[in-house]
């Protein structure tokens, strides 16, 4: 196949990969955008203007004994772990949700909850598949043993980054890996914090902060897939486009898991619940 066209293809399918996530979202948001829209009868205050809202807002919650009386428990993890009982929401936090700060532990645990949760395999499968169609990596070769050998590669991306993300990185520069819902204002608002999240987060100490845990971490992840991918493709464009896929599929977690609870009340007309990890 000419370079030109494998590399057309190569570019194709890795835009394909990071914004399937964001497309999944932005349809079934958009779907329930009146709804949700409606809901934002309040004024904006100063703690809706400032990037790290859900924080003020629970700490002024806190002041209302019938908002207080409904607030989870300080160690209990107030999202459901499993998005429709799919996707991984292991990250998240209900807005107005007041949490301690992560240790070290935690976030290793949120990590390999995140690598090695049952959905992790189906995610691997699903991109390993689509890279096999695509014949993106020649060198694999196809049939069982090619899948085989794109489904490793898929896992131990994905494996690596999470660790990087959401372990390594966030404990040597002291972030909190966790999506703080805003949970109020119109869509448009709600989107655009959504989004910023994956150039934005929260330190231990509550202070906002660059995320360099996604941005780096991703990056980093990327640059380590070159020892293990065939040395053909240890090339600058294929490790920048797993970057970009890497920090795109998140960054289109991110605006999923901020609309979720409103289209989970929609649909089943009640309030998203905890639920514990089997």
Same mark, same amino acid.
């Given at each position: 196949?000419?370079?030109?066209?494998?590399?057309?293809?190569?570019?194709?399918?890795?835009?394909?990969?990071?914004?399937?996530?964001?497309?999944?979202?932005?349809?079934?948001?958009?779907?329930?955008?009146?709804?949700?829209?409606?809901?934002?009868?309040?004024?904006?205050?100063?703690?809706?203007?400032?990037?790290?809202?859900?924080?003020?807002?629970?700490?002024?919650?806190?002041?209302?004994?019938?908002?207080?009386?409904?607030?989870?428990?300080?160690?209990?993890?107030?999202?459901?772990?499993?998005?429709?009982?799919?996707?991984?929401?292991?990250?998240?936090?209900?807005?107005?949700?007041?949490?301690?700060?992560?240790?070290?532990? %935690?976030?290793?645990?949120?990590? $390999?909850? &995140?690598?090695?949760?049952? =959905?992790?395999? !189906?995610?691997? *499968?699903?991109?390993?598949?689509?890279?096999?169609?695509?014949?993106?990596?020649?060198?694999?070769?196809?049939?069982?043993?090619?899948?085989?050998?794109?489904?490793?590669?898929?896992?131990?991306?994905?494996?690596?980054?999470?660790?990087?993300?959401?372990?390594?990185?966030?404990?040597?520069?002291?972030?909190?890996?966790?999506?703080?819902?805003?949970?109020?204002?119109?869509?448009?608002?709600?989107?655009?914090?959504?989004?910023?999240?994956?150039?934005?987060?929260?330190?231990?100490?509550?202070?906002?902060?660059?995320?360099?845990?996604?941005?780096?971490?991703?990056?980093?992840?990327?640059?380590?897939?070159?020892?293990?991918?065939?040395?053909? %493709?240890?090339?600058?464009?294929? $490790?920048? &486009?797993?970057?970009?896929? =890497?920090?795109? !599929?998140?960054? *289109?977690?991110?605006?999923?898991?901020?609309?979720?609870?409103?289209?989970?009340?929609?649909?089943?007309?009640?309030?998203?619940?905890?639920?514990?990890?089997?």
């Amino acid at each position: 196949m000419p370079v030109r066209v494998k590399t057309t293809m190569r570019k194709h399918f890795a835009s394909v990969r990071s914004l399937s996530l964001l497309s999944f979202g932005l349809v079934t948001a958009t779907l329930f955008a009146p709804a949700v829209w409606a809901q934002q009868s309040a004024p904006e205050t100063i703690s809706d203007i400032l990037p790290d809202a859900p924080s003020i807002a629970s700490a002024s919650s806190a002041v209302d004994p019938q908002q207080s009386t409904s607030a989870p428990a300080p160690h209990q993890d107030p999202q459901q772990k499993r998005i429709f009982g799919v996707l991984p929401n292991f990250r998240s936090v209900t807005a107005g949700a007041q949490l301690p700060p992560q240790n070290v532990k %935690e976030k290793f645990i949120t990590a $390999t909850e &995140d690598s090695f949760d049952y =959905s992790s395999f !189906i995610l691997a *499968a699903m991109v390993a598949g689509e890279a096999d169609l695509a014949k993106d990596t020649p060198e694999f070769g196809g049939g069982g043993v090619g899948y085989g050998r794109y489904f490793w590669h898929s896992f131990a991306d994905q494996t690596s980054e999470n660790y990087l993300v959401e372990f390594i990185i966030p404990s040597i520069m002291h972030e909190d890996t966790r999506y703080y819902s805003l949970g109020k204002g119109g869509f448009a608002k709600r989107a655009g914090y959504s989004l910023s999240r994956a150039f934005i987060t929260k330190t231990d100490a509550g202070k906002t902060t660059f995320n360099s845990s996604e941005i780096f971490g991703a990056g980093i992840s990327a640059g380590i897939s070159n020892l293990y991918y065939p040395g053909r %493709e240890r090339t600058v464009g294929n $490790t920048i &486009d797993k970057w970009g896929v =890497s920090v795109g !599929i998140d960054t *289109a977690s991110f605006f999923v898991k901020e609309f979720y609870p409103d289209i989970y009340h929609l649909i089943f007309h009640q309030t998203v619940q905890p639920q514990t990890t089997p």
